[in-house]
């Protein structure tokens, strides 16, 4: 089984985040919480996203790259770009909108930059169901369809949350 991997580099101009593999919820609290911190010093830089290596992305780890998208959008006014060479993740991305809020390119640039693994960090009080709750909502945000696909998902999301709130 090819396990996701999320990797990270910085240079000069831009942020570089590799994710390769089959990219799942159970191994994304590390990036989120990756993402969370970056996105909280992160200065006017662009954001490239190498999904070259990808094999799968479920829709917590999409959420994860809308979230990307709309903190650039809204902070920098600039498009994050996507590099996709599979034609059935690219797929995936033009059919859930992304090509209105990212540059999707289908091969990446050459670069010699060294990439640093994004180790699992602990979510701490977040937990799981807050972690896809978030992603889930950053989805239905980026249009209409979105929102009827996954508001069900977020629903149900919601009343998990609720619940474990409820037991602290």
Known sequence: MNEGKYQFAENDSF????????????????????IDNIFSKIDNKSVVIDLTEALYLDSTNLGILAKIA??????????????????????????IGFDDYFSILDECPDT????????????GNRGMALMMLEAHKSLMDLNDENKNVYSSVVDLLEKEVQKKTKLI
Not at 21 to 31: D, E, P
Not at 70 to 95: A, G, V
């Open 112 to 123: 010699t930059t060294v990439l640093s693994d994004i180790s699992e960090m602990v979510t």
């Open 15 to 34: 942020y570089l985040i590799k994710m390769s593999g089959n990219l799942k919820y159970t191994g994304s609290g590390g990036f989120d919480t990756f």
């Open 70 to 95: 709309d903190k650039m959008l809204t902070t920098f006014d600039q498009k994050t770009t996507i590099i996709s060479s599979n034609p059935d993740i690219t797929t995936l991305l033009t059919n």
